[in-house]
């Protein structure tokens, strides 16, 4: 009797939540795969933040550069309420001046 209620119990409990799971609509996931691979945009987002914004340390002028950017396409794409939103960080960095020094292999 024990061990009928526990395999009862058991079922129940993996049988009841694929009742509550919602329909999952195939065609919509095929139109966002052909989305992804047909017309995907990736590459030339990535170019654009690396190649022409470059390196983007939070709270410089190239991440305010990259942040409007991305409100800007936002924007383009259809998607309402774009906004950036402010926080306080602190002190922000920019790079001045950089140093390389080779210190291995060592020529004489």
């Given at each position: 009797?024990?061990?009928a209620l526990i395999t009862l119990t058991t079922?129940?409990?993996?049988?009841?939540?694929?009742?509550?799971?919602?329909?999952?609509?195939?065609?919509?996931?095929?139109?966002?795969k052909d989305e992804g691979i047909e017309r995907s945009e990736v590459m030339e987002h990535f170019n654009y933040l690396t190649n022409v914004i470059g390196p983007r340390l939070s709270a410089t002028p190239a991440?305010?550069?990259?942040?409007?950017?991305?409100?800007i396409k936002?924007?383009?794409?259809?998607?309402?309420?774009?906004?950036l939103e402010s926080w306080d960080f602190g002190r922000?960095?920019?790079l001045e001046g950089l140093t390389l020094e080779m210190?291995?292999?060592r020529y004489f």
């Open positions: 009797m024990k061990r079922i129940s409990a993996l049988v009841i939540p694929l009742g509550a799971q919602e329909p999952v609509d195939l065609t919509m996931i095929e139109r966002i991440y305010k550069r990259a942040a409007d950017w991305g409100v936002f924007e383009e794409w259809g998607l309402e309420n774009a906004h922000g960095w920019t210190r291995s292999p």
